[in-house]
Structure formats: structure tokens, C-alpha cells
């Protein structure tokens, strides 16, 4: 088993993706605290190596003007053996910590493409990016204080250091914490941020307008209006693009095809008088073509499956 760990860890270190199957490996075997925590280190060496870092002298409201100008910069990297890579991660982490040690403030930007990724922070925290999500991270040893500007969806597991931890959006939405887990979903020209809490607690809202959020509590804040939609039950298939997992029970066709076809990144097309159908069923890490299948046999429907689309029609 250890051996097939180690390789994964290669695999993801290297290439970057996993097939299905094996990130439900890692997922199990992140599960022991102490893998986990294992996990958190290799990682953070390899960010380290493979991140640059960038001094900047800005508070946080000014953060977003240069943002966007941050570049992500990576060092190539060969096939290496397992013992290789970590040493060379190792031989840059020391330049890098020197320089480091040398500033007050740290900023790490990162970014994802057409797929999740996870990465780990520089304090060990992990985070899983959505696709087309970025983040940028920053330290301030004087002030211990922790700094994350988010433009997407990322789910976070938050490690307490005790220092202050801040998730800011750009709607000025402010998600402060010590030490939890929760998803923020805050894209670039949303109306609304949503957040999920996973465990612990957040505070979350505005400076002016905030509220506890707490484990398996979901909220939503309405920047239009600058207010805070009552708190509600977490809905796990919110964090089913990280987990691969959904559970519908009853739910209408038209909500479940909007989920589903976000996760596929494909458009879902149903027959017109189907969309409010009731439809109950479990999807684990599916594809097109599992769902496309199960919800044809369920409905007793064809299906024409192309590059960007599910078109399902009756028989």
C-alpha cells in the first residue's frame, strides 16, 4: 500500500493530475491525521521549490489593484526519483527560506486551469482550487497575520498556527478564521459568496455586516444589498467538485443537470416537459458516459453524448 502511496505522490508531484481512481486513493489515505500531516510537508517543500515569492509593501484593501498583475512562476521539472526530487525541493527551500527570513511580508500567488488542484501553503494549510480558480497568499511576521485574496472557488483545511487567517474576495467579502475547514465559492463578477463550513467556524460577511458560521451550516452574502441570507444546512453536493460525490433524493432534473454538467463541464440538455422530474440517485467521481448511461436507464431515455454536450431525448 505504501508503495502505491508513494507512487501517487510521484505522479501528483510531477504531473500534476491523478485519474479518478487513484485520487480516491490518496483521499482515503489522507483520511489518518498522521498521513495527512505527512502529506502537508512534502507538499509544502514542493510548493516552496516550485513557487516563487514576491515582497510586496500593500495593504489589503490595495491588494486587488495589482492582483491580477502577479505572474505564476514554476521551475521545470524532470521525471525524478522520488529521493531526487525531495532533495532538490529541499536545496531551493533553504535559498528560499534565507531570502524569506529577511522580509516582513510574503505574497504566493496560485493558479488552477481546466482542472481542480491542490495546493499546500507555505504555514502547511491545505487548499483545493476549482477550476479556472486563484489565489494569493500572504504572510506578515510582524503582525501574524495571514492573507488569502480568493477569485473563484477553493475549498480550504485551515492548520492553526496562531496566527490570524483571512479569506478576502473581490466583493470585499471577509471569511476570518484560526483553524477549520470550508468551501468559498466567489467568482470574479458574482452577485453572491457562498461559503460552506465543513468543520469549526468562520466569522463571514462584510466589516460592517457579519455573522458565525458554523459546522454544517451553509451561508450566503448578497453584495448588491450588503446583507447576509439566513444561514442554512450544508448541501454536500456544493462541495461534490472537490469530493466527487453526489446524493440526490428527490431532487428536479433541471437542478441535478446544472451540478452534474458543471462537474463534466459539459452542457446538459433534457426533453423540455422533463426538467422538473423528480430524480433520486448516488454518483461517485462519474463521467460523461456513467452519467449519461444511468440517467437514460433511470428515465428510459436515448442520449447523444459530443465534446461539449449530453443531449438526452425520449425513445
Known amino acids: 500500500m505504501q508503495d502505491a502511496i508513494s507512487e501517487i505522490l510521484a505522479k501528483k508531484l510531477t504531473e500534476g493530475q491523478l485519474t479518478a481512481q487513484e485520487q480516491q486513493e490518496l483521499d482515503t489515505w489522507l483520511q489518518e491525521p498522521a498521513n495527512a500531516g505527512e502529506y502537508a510537508e512534502i507538499m509544502r517543500l514542493w510548493e516552496a521549490a ?4 514576491y515582497e510586496m509593501q500593500v495593504d489589503v484593501d490595495a491588494e486587488w ?3 491580477r498583475q502577479l505572474t505564476q512562476h514554476r521551475i521545470g521539472r524532470r521525471r525524478f526519483t522520488w529521493v531526487a526530487a525531495m532533495a532538490a525541493s529541499v536545496a531551493l527551500l533553504i535559498g528560499i527560506f534565507t531570502f524569506r527570513n529577511t522580509t516582513q511580508t510574503d505574497i504566493f500567488k496560485y493558479v488552477s486551469d481546466n482542472a481542480p488542484e491542490m495546493v499546500v501553503l507555505p504555514d502547511s494549510s491545505v487548499v483545493w482550487l476549482n477550476k479556472n480558480s486563484q489565489i494569493a497568499y500572504r504572510y506578515n511576521e510582524q503582525k501574524h497575520t495571514r492573507t488569502v485574496a480568493l477569485i473563484g472557488e477553493a475549498m480550504f483545511d485551515v492548520r492553526h498556527t496562531g496566527d490570524e487567517f483571512v479569506v478576502k474576495t473581490p466583493q470585499h467579502v471577509y471569511t476570518k478564521v484560526l483553524g477549520t475547514s470550508f468551501n468559498l465559492k466567489a467568482l470574479a463578477d458574482a452577485k453572491n459568496v457562498d461559503l460552506s463550513v465543513v468543520e469549526g467556524k468562520v466569522s463571514f460577511g462584510s466589516r460592517k455586516v457579519n455573522t458565525i458560521v458554523t459546522r454544517g451550516q451553509h451561508a450566503t452574502f448578497d453584495c ?20 466527487g460525490q453526489f446524493n440526490f ?11 452534474l454538467g458543471t462537474y463534466l463541464n459539459k452542457k446538459i440538455t433534457l426533453p423540455s416537459d422533463a426538467r422538473n422530474v423528480a430524480y433520486t440517485g448516488h454518483f461517485d ?4 458516459e456513467q452519467v449519461a448511461e444511468i440517467i437514460a436507464t433511470a428515465m428510459n431515455w436515448d442520449y447523444e453524448i459530443s465534446d461539449s454536450e449530453i443531449v438526452f431525448s425520449k425513445r
Open 285 to 288: 467521481h462519474p463521467t460523461a
Open 224 to 243: 448588491r444589498h450588503k446583507a447576509l441570507v439566513p444561514t442554512d444546512s450544508l448541501d454536500r453536493n456544493s462541495l461534490a467538485w472537490h469530493t
Open 249 to 259: 433524493d428527490g431532487k428536479p432534473l433541471s437542478q441535478i443537470s446544472a451540478q
Open 65 to 67: 489593484t495589482r492582483f
Open 50 to 53: 516550485g513557487n516563487v515569492k
